[in-house]
Nanobody, 124 residues
Framework: VQLQASGGGLVQTGGSLRLSCTVSGRALSTHGMGWFRQAPGKEREFVAAITWRGGTTRYADSVKGRFTISRDYLKDTLYLQLNSLKPEDTAVYYC??????????????????WGQGTLVTVSS
């Protein structure tokens, strides 16, 4: 599975961005897809995940109600809509994939495939 993330940029506090992750290389119907982020000097952390087939979602408490994860079957693309952004959301955002669509783990070790990351910077 190859993942390519895009859509990051500089935005003011309270602004919005939409991240995209194009997926290729393997059938996705049995995969879970996720977004993680890594701020400078911090460990990579879970943000959100979705099962490709059923659309079950899971969010980190810190982003619930502000971020929305979704996927487009026809375009083989994963999205993360970021609203009401805060300076603490500043990080490199990574998309990830794993085999299995019944469990959406938050541990990075449980995810097999990773994109290259896209930088989101939120100014105060």
């Amino acid at each position: 599975v190859q993942l390519q993330a895009s859509g990051g940029g500089l935005v003011q506090t309270g602004g919005s961005l939409r991240l995209s992750c194009t997926v290729s290389g393997r059938a996705l119907s049995t995969h879970g897809m996720g977004w993680f982020r890594q701020a400078p000097g911090k460990e990579r952390e879970f943000v959100a995940a979705i099962t490709w087939r059923g659309g079950t979602t899971r969010y980190a408490d810190s982003v619930k109600g502000r971020f929305t994860i979704s996927r487009d079957y026809l375009k083989d693309t994963l999205y993360l809509q970021l609203n009401s952004l805060k300076p603490e959301d500043t990080a490199v955002y990574y998309c990830a994939s794993r085999q299995g669509n019944t469990w959406l783990p938050t541990n990075t070790n449980e995810w097999s495939y990773w994109g290259q990351g896209t930088l989101v910077t939120v100014s105060s």
